[in-house]
């Protein structure tokens, strides 16, 4: 059974970077063709697709937030972590992390975590 | 970027109706879509991935077709479990997008 848990602080002030971890369990990252992808919503709105990364550690970013974003892997913790830099209110969004699949069907989201809120306010 | 319009944006119906929501692209995405449901509060389940592909454990209820820029999914008969808000997604490209959503309301 495949699941996966943002954590990360709650509110972070204006200008701050933004931390989040994603904790799996049920797969790994070093599987030909998984991935492990962050995903945004704002309250009230749709969602908004932030980064990727790939078993074969490659990265992929939103290109209007890629110069704020780093995304990166911990294999044998099981964790991907997401940096957000320099922070804004109109950053608060619930923050999901998902799994893409190795299989054919490309960047689909098969698994979602819970999503954890993040406010930013000063 | 890909651009993804939904429509509607609201919709209202009954249970038992037949219901199509549609999303269409700014260009070519081939059949690379998926389509997700998301209920306030929680995350988005998927629901159809490669525009007409069932994700395991949906319910048969469910279908997607489509392809090039224009895609739809169809619920043959609205249950109550189905109102909810659906997201298309396209990963023709390595910059995903996702749809502006599509609320089902009761009507």
């Known amino acids: 059974q495949i699941t996966l848990k943002e954590s990360g602080p709650t509110l972070v002030k204006p200008t701050q970077t933004l931390t989040l971890t994603c904790t799996f369990s049920?797969?790994?990252?070093?599987?030909?063709?998984?991935?492990v992808g962050w995903i945004r919503q704002p309250p009230g709105k749709a969602l908004e697709w932030l980064a990727l990364i790939y078993w074969d550690d490659d990265k992929r970013y939103s290109p209007s937030l890629k110069s704020r974003l780093t995304i990166t892997k911990d294999t044998s913790k099981n964790q991907v972590v997401l940096t957000m830099t320099n922070m804004d209110p109109v950053d608060t969004a619930t923050y999901y992390c998902?799994?893409?699949?190795?299989?054919?069907?490309?960047?689909?989201?098969?698994?979602w975590g819970q999503g954890t809120m993040v406010t930013v306010s000063s | 970027d890909i651009q993804m319009t939904q429509s509607p944006s609201t919709l209202s119906a009954s249970v038992g109706d037949r219901v199509t929501i549609t999303c269409r692209a700014s260009q070519s995405i081939s059949s690379w879509l998926a389509w997700y449901q998301q209920k306030p509060g929680k995350a988005p389940k998927l629901l159809i991935y490669?525009?007409?592909s069932l994700e395991s454990g949906v319910p048969s209820r469910f279908s997607g077709s489509g392809s090039g820029t224009e895609f739809t999914l169809t619920i043959s008969s609205l249950q109550p479990d189905d109102f909810a808000t659906y997201y298309c997604?396209?990963?023709?490209?390595?910059?995903?997008?996702f749809g502006g959503g599509t609320k089902v309301e009761i009507k």
């Open positions: 997604q396209q990963y023709n490209s390595y910059r995903l997008t």
């Open positions: 998902a799994h893409r699949p190795a299989i054919a069907a490309g960047d689909a989201f098969d698994i």
């Open positions: 490669k525009a007409s």
């Open positions: 049920g797969f790994s990252l070093s599987t030909s063709g998984v991935g």
